[in-house]
């Protein structure tokens, strides 16, 4: 089984004015097909159109509920989400952001970490999530 890539996009339709040109997709699905990795979720809804511009909880229930649509896209359940690396922009975000994923994620218990960082992609963007799941040989 080769990986199945999902969502397939050019960064040259989201990030304009930075003149990049790279083959991306939302997700891959690895062969043998357990493991699944996501695109760092942002505010950026399914069609490239960001949501929630100056409001870091608005970008965060965006990128969990694409998180909803990419996994089932996969073939996955949240339970199947074993790790998410959060990055934001501001420490005081965190009372903000964490809520939100942790609403979503409620009884799943993944390994998380979070990191405070000088920047993202573009400007408006306040928090982006790195997700990674694996699904059970008998799911």
Same mark, same amino acid.
């Given at each position: 089984?080769? %990986? =199945?890539?999902? @969502?397939?996009?050019?960064?040259? &339709? ?8 790279? *083959? ?10 357990? %493991? =699944?990795?996501? @695109?760092?979720?942002?505010?950026? &809804? ?8 100056? *409001? ?22 949240l339970e199947h989400i074993c790790q998410l690396h959060i990055y934001i922009l501001d420490r005081a975000h965190r009372s903000l952001i964490y809520p939100v994923i942790g609403r979503h ?35």
């Amino acid at each position: 089984m080769v %990986h =199945v890539r999902l @969502r397939k996009f050019n960064t040259r &339709d989201v990030y304009g004015p930075q003149a990049l040109d790279n *083959d991306v997709c939302w997700v891959v699905k690895a062969a043998p097909g357990r %493991h =699944v990795y996501f @695109r760092g979720l942002t505010g950026f &809804d399914l069609n490239s159109k960001m949501q929630g511009i100056g *409001d870091p909880a608005a970008q965060t229930e965006q990128a969990m509920q694409n998180l909803h649509v990419l996994l089932a896209d996969a073939g996955a359940r949240l339970e199947h989400i074993c790790q998410l690396h959060i990055y934001i922009l501001d420490r005081a975000h965190r009372s903000l952001i964490y809520p939100v994923i942790g609403r979503h994620l409620k009884g799943v218990h993944p390994v998380m970490t979070g990191l405070i960082i000088a920047g993202l992609a573009l400007p408006e963007m306040l928090v982006e999530i790195d997700v990674t799941a694996v699904i059970p040989e008998q799911a």
